[in-house]
């Protein structure tokens, strides 16, 4: 089998990596797609499930096993080159992106470099990613370019951000003594939600069990050069958009090398990501060392903080008009049921508040529906799916349009 086949992958943070860069907006962990996917994945009934034959020929493990070897790998040192696919379906959005935000919300101020702007680029699209890690204390992760690179660099209580196609750069000094003191463990190069190697995002995928769920082992496979099992993910409840998810775990240390996440309606992986080349060697301690080039300019996290933070209040104030998350269902099949104060129709080109091209462009996403709940429009993914109805009420999750009109319809 070839190096990097037959195994799955979900994005996930880099090995080590806790918490989030300090001060920055928790908004991130809603935008990304991968945090549905962990949610929907959650709770697993484990199924026992000897590994079948594949190459190469590894000892037989049952699902529990590999889990547990998974939970139990302290690899803390490792470098390589990942490669992540994201598929979901979403046409690019353009020149209309501004078009869908508050005037002005649409641009925060802060630096070209800031983290949390760059990192979201890897919820579509295919991306090479170069990343370290030697403790809890030094990541770093390069997203890499025709003709330009990335860098997040963390390293003790210093977190580096260097965009070389703007020689823009981000800094942010003593994060990881702040968010100790809230409770949330050491600083992290990426910011929460945000994935960026296999690991991560198998994390997620195994992080409950409410026996929604079976686990099998399906074979083994070869991924960048490294003996693995294929840990296999399905849902058990019908009505999800995930189909299966498949991580390949490496057979001698329990890292997950890749992480594939098929959708329930077939065609190519929704998320692909995995380790081309991995050496669980200790870095070269200059990976993890960063100096401003000449001539870069530097935003501190405050100084970007600040710039945003007028326009972050004003998208705050309406969004606001969205009240009281209400979770229906469980495990695969969760969904969230957001209202607005007063049953308050959604923004739309008739009532002025949505350009026209903008109306448009939702119109060719949605399929109208209607139900007991009264009308509305279902946009879809290849992952996620919305219902927004005509009343004012959202419903969304990785689950079917049917489940969706069904939910509304049972709504109170």
Known sequence: ????????????????????????????????????AGVAAATIGLVPALASSG??????????????????SDTQQLSGTVKISTDLGIPSLGGLAGSFMPDGAGDT???????????TELASGTHTLRVAADGPDKQ????????????????GDQIWAYDSKSNAVYHAQNA????????????????????????ALAEQALKAADGTTSVTVDGTAQVAGRDAYRLVIKPEQSGSTIGSITVAVDAENGVPLKFTLQPSGGGKAAVDAGFTSVDFGKPDASSFSFTPPKGAEVTEADEAEGQGKAEA???????????GMNVIGKGWNTIA?????????????????????????????????????GSGTVFKTRLVNALMTDDGRVYVGAVTKDALVNAANNAG
């Open 1 to 36: 089998m070839a190096p990097n086949d037959s195994a799955g992958t979900n994005g996930t943070a880099a090995p080590g990596t806790k918490g989030a860069v300090v001060g920055r907006r928790k908004a991130v962990r809603y935008i990304v797609p991968f945090a549905v």
């Open 109 to 119: 101020g802060s630096a070209s470099a800031d983290p949390q702007t760059k990192l």
């Open 55 to 72: 190459d190469p020929d590894l000892p037989e493990i049952t699902a529990q096993e590999l889990i547990e070897k998974i939970a139990a």
């Open 313 to 323: 209040e004003k998208a705050k104030g309406d969004l606001s008009a969205l009240e």
């Open 140 to 155: 770093r992760v390069s997203i890499l370019d025709k003709a330009s690179e990335y860098s997040l660099i963390h390293n």
């Open 176 to 199: 990881g003594n702040a968010h100790d003191k809230a409770g949330r463990g050491k600083e992290q190069a990426a910011p929460d939600g945000v994935p960026t190697t296999p690991k």
């Open 337 to 373: 049921e957001i209202k607005t104060p007063g049953g308050a129709a959604l923004p739309s080109a008739e009532s002025g508040d949505v350009p026209a091209e903008a109306q448009q462009f939702l119109d060719a996403l949605g399929d109208k529906v209607t139900g007991k709940f």
